[in-house]
T-cell receptor
C-alpha cells in the first residue's frame, strides 16, 4: 500500500463546475500538506499549503485537512479550462523538505 | 527571476552510456534534490543535498549518483543507464529551513533509455 493514495482520474468536468480532489494517507506523523499543480511538460508549482487540520482558502481554491481521517481535499470553485492540469498532493512530517507525493489526479475542464 | 534550470530537457540514450543531467539554481538555496516522476507514482525523491558537499539518498537512489561541489549546481549522474530509468526527472531547490511552500521545481528532463 502506498503511503499517499490519490485517484489518478482523469476527471472531466464542464466549465464552472465545482471540483473536488482528494488524497488519503497512512502516516499519522504527516503535519504539513500541500497541493501542487502541474501543467503538461512543466514542473509542479505550489498551489496551497496548510499545516495540521483545518481549512485554507485562496481565491477559487480551498484546501481541507482532516487528520483524524487521514484525508485531504482541494476544492476548485468556478472551474476554468485553464485549470486543466495534473494536481499532486504532497505531505511531510516536519517543517523540512522531505515530501511524499501522491500519484496525481489529471483534471480536464471542458469549455 | 528565480529559476531552477535543468539540461537537457529531452534525451534519448542507449543502455550503459553514461549521462549527466545538470541542474542549476539562482536563488542561493542550500537545499537541492532530484525526483523522478512515473505514471501513477507521483514524484519520488532520488537524492537530496542539504548544502555543499552534503548529499544523502532519497527513496529511489539505486542507479544514480549526485555531487554538490558548488551551492548553485546539483548534477544527476547515471553511470550505466538502464531502460527502467526511462522517466521524467525534476530538480528542486529551497532554503534549508524551508517547508514545502518554498520548494521550486525545474521544468523537467525527459529521459528515454533504449
Amino acid at each position: 500500500q502506498k503511503e499517499v493514495e490519490q485517484d489518478p482520474g482523469p476527471l472531466s468536468v464542464p466549465e464552472g463546475a465545482i471540483v473536488s480532489l482528494n488524497c488519503t494517507y497512512s502516516n499519522s506523523a504527516f503535519q504539513y500538506f500541500m497541493w501542487y499543480r502541474q501543467y503538461s511538460r512543466k514542473g509542479p508549482e505550489l498551489l496551497m499549503y496548510t499545516y495540521s487540520s483545518g481549512n485554507k482558502e485562496d481565491g477559487r481554491f480551498t484546501a481541507q485537512v482532516d487528520k483524524s481521517s487521514k484525508y485531504i481535499s482541494l476544492f476548485i470553485r468556478d472551474s476554468q479550462p485553464s485549470d486543466s492540469a495534473t494536481y499532486l498532493c504532497a505531505m511531510s512530517e516536519n517543517a523540512g523538505n522531505m515530501l511524499t507525493f501522491g500519484g496525481g489526479t489529471r483534471l480536464m475542464v471542458k469549455p | 527571476e528565480a529559476q531552477v534550470t535543468q539540461n537537457p530537457r529531452y534525451l534519448i540514450t542507449v543502455t550503459g552510456k553514461k549521462l549527466t543531467v545538470t541542474c542549476s539554481q539562482n536563488m542561493n538555496h542550500e537545499y537541492m534534490s532530484w525526483y523522478r516522476q512515473d505514471p501513477g507514482l507521483g514524484l519520488r525523491q532520488i537524492y537530496y543535498s542539504m548544502n555543499v558537499e552534503v548529499t544523502d539518498k532519497g527513496d529511489v537512489p539505486e542507479g544514480y549518483k549526485v555531487s554538490r561541489k558548488e551551492k548553485r549546481n546539483f548534477p544527476l549522474i547515471l553511470e550505466s543507464p538502464s531502460p527502467n530509468q526511462t522517466s521524467l526527472y525534476f530538480c528542486a531547490s529551497s532554503h534549508r529551513q524551508g517547508t514545502g511552500n518554498t520548494i521550486y521545481f525545474g521544468e523537467g528532463s525527459w529521459l528515454t533509455v533504449v
